[in-house]
T-cell receptor, first 112, second 112 residues
Framework: DAEITQSPRHKITETGRQVTLACHQT?????MFWYRQDLGHGLRLIHY???????NKGEVSDGYSVSRSNTEDLPLTLESAASSQTSVYFC???????????FGQGTRLTVV | KNQVEQSPQSLIILEGKNCTLQ??????????LRWYKQDTGRGPVSLTI?????NTKSNGRYTATLDADTKQSSLHITASQLSDSASYIC???????????FGGGTRLMVKP
């Protein structure tokens, strides 16, 4: 079955380190998204991509970057991890405009 | 600014009872509204989608309503089960693009 997977599921890192979270989908979806989920907030959009070589900033993009070299993957990089980036990160994908977004299982990141 | 507000923030009910979750939004122009269920430690999963012309839609024991005039939606759960314990998130898509606005969710706990 087609799916969307994130790795790792849990990560602890130190302040200042570079961290990359992986997201891989097998639906051949054009659209991919990264969100963070924090207590007291709904999911907030970090970055998104509408296709290969396309990346766009979301609502809370500072300190994060993404790259889209193929359809299946959208890795999220924290350039220099900060404690404020401790959160649960969700990757999602959708086939096109207005279609359902399917979410990965999430990555819990702790920056100490 | 587009906003989605959900109430209550949390709810505890006994197994077998019914409950109703509320969602108010200011997203404009409106495209559709989805209710997602998010189990602890998992990504959100879509329960139902409401478009502008739809007032009511059911998915098993879940019934969603939409009043596009007052910009309100509700999710009614009938004969609750322990497995209904989860967070329920209201997500509104604006018509102008592919962006989603997430509510903060309602955390439902069903007790035996």
């Amino acid at each position: 079955d087609a799916e969307i997977t994130q790795s790792p599921r849990h990560k602890i890192t130190e302040t200042g380190r570079q961290v990359t979270l992986a997201c891989h989908q097998t639906w051949n979806h054009n659209n991919m998204f990264w969100y963070r989920q924090d207590l007291g907030h709904g999911l907030r959009l970090i970055h998104y991509s509408y296709g290969v070589q396309d990346t766009n900033k979301g609502e809370v993009s500072d300190g994060y970057s993404v790259s889209r070299s193929n359809t299946e993957d959208l890795p999220l990089t924290l350039e220099s991890a900060a404690s404020s980036q401790t959160s649960v990160y969700f990757c999602a994908s959708s086939a096109g405009l207005g279609t359902e977004a399917f979410f990965g299982q999430g990555t819990r990141l702790t920056v100490v | 600014k587009n906003q989605v507000e959900q109430s209550p923030q949390s709810l505890i009910i006994l197994e077998g009872k019914n409950c109703t979750l509320q969602c108010n939004y200011t997203v404009s122009p409106f495209s559709n509204l989805r209710w997602y269920k998010q189990d602890t430690g998992r990504g959100p999963v879509s329960l139902t989608i409401m478009t502008f012309s739809e007032n009511t839609k059911s998915n098993g024991r879940y019934t969603a309503t939409l009043d596009a005039d007052t910009k309100q939606s509700s999710l009614h759960i009938t004969a609750s089960q322990l497995s209904d314990s989860a967070s329920y998130i209201c997500v509104v898509r604006e018509n102008a693009g592919n962006m989603l606005t997430f509510g903060g969710g309602t955390r439902l706990m069903v007790k035996p």
